[in-house]
């Protein structure tokens, strides 16, 4: 008897602990994978096409607005092309994916005040990359903690999970 209301004690406190769980649903695990072809063209095309669940619709909002001064690079686009890349990546924005896991994370990690320009910019960002090693970031396989590819062997699928990520000239990670 004291196992079984142990295990029950348990099991319960797993589950209201699981932050995963939602309405009777598990997460989905990462973010939603990039889907629109003009934006996988057109932003893919000189740096990864980050999926629009890693940033809230403000960040793209203002992303998009200033394609001009996009890092330091014009990234202007004419107006229709600009117009739908926003719509895709506003429909497809953090706090309109909260099905997945990751996406949830980051929109619960920004102040509703706060404009991130990039996902590096975020809490939930850093916080998962804080034990990184300076010296494992900066290295030319790697550059920068934007390039997410490098490390997350499944980013494009919208996969960032630890069981994922292998640090060049360093190999498997795990944080514990």
Known sequence: ??????LLL?????????????????AQ?????????????????CHFAYQPGLLPKRSWVKMMQNLSDHFQT??????????????????NAAE???QYKRS???????????IPEAITQTRYFKHEHDEIPRRLIVQKEVRSLANCTACHTRAEQGYYGERDISIPNYGKWDDD
């Open 1 to 6: 008897m004291k196992t079984l209301l142990a």
């Open 10 to 26: 348990i099991g319960g406190v797993t589950l209201i602990a699981d932050d995963d769980y939602k309405r009777g649903k598990r």
């Open 29 to 45: 695990p990462g973010v939603a994978p990039v889907t629109n072809v003009l934006y996988k063209t057109e932003c893919g095309s």
């Open 96 to 98: 309109n994916a909260m």
């Open 74 to 91: 014009d990234a202007s686009l004419d107006e229709n092309e600009t117009k739908r890349i926003t719509d895709y990546l506003t429909k």
């Open 104 to 114: 949830r994370k980051i929109v619960r990690s920004i102040a509703p005040d706060q």
